[in-house]
């Protein structure tokens, strides 16, 4: 049976704005998106839900995310860590000194209250990074799609060898939940060049998709350009490679991983705060998606990415909370809001809105499922229910205002509302 489903104002995002909207699914797809008065003509007999002076839009996508992370705050405080590191390198430092004193067990409940959190801000895909394989349980039965990457990080090829050998097991599930698994080598940084060429081989061979931190901070330019800075004079010695420190490359952070073979479409590059005008181009003609991250940049300090530089260039965009070890909130709706204004309106709201669906969706291969409304998607929607709405021509510039999070009323994934319990 078709049901119609009725709001003040829709927003398919990859088409215009509607006022008095309507969306008419039929088993489990939608069948027509348009206004009320030609979709109710068009479906009789079709049950109405109508959600009244509300707003309808595709759920968020959230690019980059580690939802294991999200009891972190917590941690850092009983670690008696809670007080807020200074900069960049240091912040690393924080994160694995309190990811240390975490026992494994609290990895699987922190991932699932962050999976809560997500839909609780209309989140319906995720590119999410975990360290702590066993945690991926939290993902069964839950309706979150998108990526999950298996993290790993190290210089010593023999362990990198082992480790990879033990993703390879995993990866043979394909799944966790509905999420599809990937690798996560974690920077240029933290992993040899010759265990990112090995990994990113491996990815091709198995046709996995992978995702990278990728430029994000000035120290890592110093350290992959010239081997220098306080990643080999802090990190190194902290966990214990002083003796790995890899020869100076004289490469960008994305020239060097280019060189690695990892510039493909099905890498999901995060930050990309520190690169010029030819690595944006490299990025472009490798045909990948770069997840920016603002709330987490502007938190380490690290600078803003160069959003024209990739306009100009061709690269897509999409949005990312990054963890709760760097950002306040895991909505991407505040994600949009702080972006709006940190940028300047150099991301205009309908920029910032396809980054925040569509691009996300396409980078995560769930597109043909998600990211926008149109005929042939599934039934996948949230509303937002404001207290007072928008005039129908700031629409696009109040989704990118602060508030919205907390007015998410329902999520529809595969036609259920997910945030309606029992
Ligand atoms: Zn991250």
Redesign the pocket.
């Known amino acids: 049976m078709a049901t119609l489903f009725l709001s003040r104002y829709l927003v398919p995002v990859s088409s215009a704005p509607i006022e008095d909207g309507a969306l008419l699914v039929s088993e489990g797809r939608i069948v027509g998106v348009g206004s009320r008065r030609e979709l109710t003509a068009a479906s009789s007999g079709a049950a109405v839900v109508d959600f009244g002076d509300a707003i309808l839009l595709p759920p968020l996508v959230n690019a980059?995310?580690?939802l294991e992370l999200t009891h972190f705050p917590r941690w850092a405080q009983k670690a008696g860590q809670g007080d807020g590191p200074t900069g960049f390198v240091d912040w690393i430092l924080h994160v694995i000194r309190v990811k240390r004193a975490v026992a494994l067990e609290l990895f699987e409940p922190s991932l699932a209250a962050g999976i809560e959190a997500s839909f609780a801000a209309g989140t319906g895909a995720v590119g999410d990074?975990l360290s702590y394989f066993p945690a991926r349980q939290a993902y069964v039965n839950t309706a979150l799609r998108g990526h999950l990457y298996l993290e790993t990080l190290g210089r010593e090829p023999s362990i990198g060898r082992k480790v990879l050998a033990r993703i390879g097991g995993l990866l043979d599930e394909k799944r966790a939940g509905q999420l599809k698994l990937g690798i996560a080598p974690h920077s240029p940084y933290s992993v040899s060049g010759e265990y990112l060429e090995h990994i990113f081989d491996f990815a091709r061979r198995r046709k996995v998709p992978t995702t990278l931190?990728l430029a994000e901070s000035p120290e890592e330019t110093s350290f992959v350009h010239d081997s220098s800075g306080p990643l080999k004079e802090q990190l190194y010695p902290f966990v214990g490679w002083e003796s790995m420190v890899p020869p100076p490359t004289r490469r960008s952070p994305v020239a060097f991983v280019e060189a690695c073979g990892g510039l493909v479409p099905s890498c999901l590059l995060?930050h990309g705060v520190q690169v010029d005008a030819s690595d944006a181009g490299r990025l472009a003609r490798a045909g990948s998606t770069l997840v920016c991250?603002p709330r987490?940049n502007a938190r380490l300090g690290v600078g803003k990415a160069p959003v024209e530089l990739y306009r100009q260039a061709g690269v897509p965009l999409a949005l990312?909370t990054?963890?709760l070890a760097?950002s306040d909130s895991l909505s991407v709706w505040d994600e949009m809001a702080f972006a709006h204004s940190w940028f300047e309106g150099r991301l205009a709201p309908s920029e910032l809105l396809a980054m925040a669906t569509i691009n996300g969706a396409r980078a995560l291969g769930v597109a043909a499922d998600l990211g926008e409304l149109k005929a042939g998607l599934g039934c996948n929607f949230q509303v937002l229910t404001p207290a007072v709405l928008p005039a129908f021509n700031d629409l696009e510039r109040f989704l990118c205002s602060p508030g919205r999070s907390a007015e998410v009323s329902a999520l529809f994934l595969d036609s259920w509302d997910v945030l309606q319990k029992g």
Do not use: V
């Open positions: 980059h995310t580690h990074i931190h995060a991250c987490s990312g990054d963890s760097s």
